[in-house]
């Protein structure tokens, strides 16, 4: 028996496969939106949908901040200990641990 004369031959050869065959690779690897790109741009809008988790996690801290600067101990604190700001009769050491 060869192997032109098998029937898995015949269905490979059959024009309907091969026209199915051909426009599947031409979609999957060949076309603009091929298979490599789309899952380069899944992967960019996942990387952007955890930046924006970042930002809007960043934007409800910073709101309860903001909300809390009415109260001016509030706001000395926040000065002395981010933006290192002291009194005019005291000292500031600054300790970094490494």
């Known amino acids: 028996m060869k192997f032109k004369d098998t ?7 059959n024009k309907y496969v091969i026209t199915c065959v051909v426009f599947a ?17 899944r992967k960019d809008v996942t990387k952007l949908q955890m930046a924006k988790d970042t930002m809007r996690e960043g934007i409800r801290r910073d709101s309860i901040r903001v909300v809390n600067m009415n109260n001016i101990d509030t706001m000395v604190t926040i000065a002395r200990e981010e933006y290192y700001m002291k009194r005019a009769d005291e000292d500031v050491f600054l300790i970094n641990r490494d």
């Open 7 to 13: 029937a898995v031959w015949k269905i490979i050869k």
């Open 25 to 41: 690779l031409i979609i999957l690897f060949l076309d603009e939106n091929n298979l490599l790109v789309v899952r380069s741009l």
